[in-house]
């Protein structure tokens, strides 16, 4: 069994409000990097959500998350023309949002898991 490891997390944070004020949606809770920052203490649900992404940034690496998420974000913009839900259809989102509830999925979750979500829509899978 391999070794999982998990991110920094940092409740009662403003970063979620600060970049609240950039983003098309309200911001509660962010994984960047190594941390996740939360406006205030997080649940399970979130954690999950979050530690999800973390794994995500680890498969891609700090610059390939980071050009990724916003790519995927523009493409679904341009397809919808509706930026929260070019936000829902982003594969990261997809994957975390279908998955937060599964108190087992980080241990049985494959690497670049996100991936079978970049071709569909929610509305398709």
């Known amino acids: ?8 997390l940092k409740e009662n ?12 949606i309200n911001i509660d809770a962010i994984s960047l990097g190594l941390f996740v920052f939360a406006r205030g203490t997080m649940t399970k649900t979130t954690k999950r959500h ?7 940034w680890c498969e891609l690496g700090f610059l390939g998350f980071l050009v990724l998420y916003p790519l995927f974000w523009l493409i679904r ?3 919808y023309r509706d930026g929260a839900r ?19 999925y980080l241990s049985s979750r494959r690497s ?14």
């Open 112 to 125: 670049y898991a996100w991936l079978k979500y970049v071709r569909t829509s929610s509305n398709q899978s």
């Open 1 to 8: 069994m391999r070794r999982r490891c998990f991110p920094v």
């Open 13 to 24: 944070s403003r970063i979620p409000a600060l970049l609240s004020k950039i983003s098309p």
């Open 86 to 104: 070019a936000y829902l259809e982003i594969p990261f989102e997809r994957e975390a949002y279908g998955h937060e509830g599964d108190s087992g």
């Open 50 to 56: 979050e530690t999800i992404h973390y794994l995500q």
């Open 77 to 79: 913009l341009v397809q």
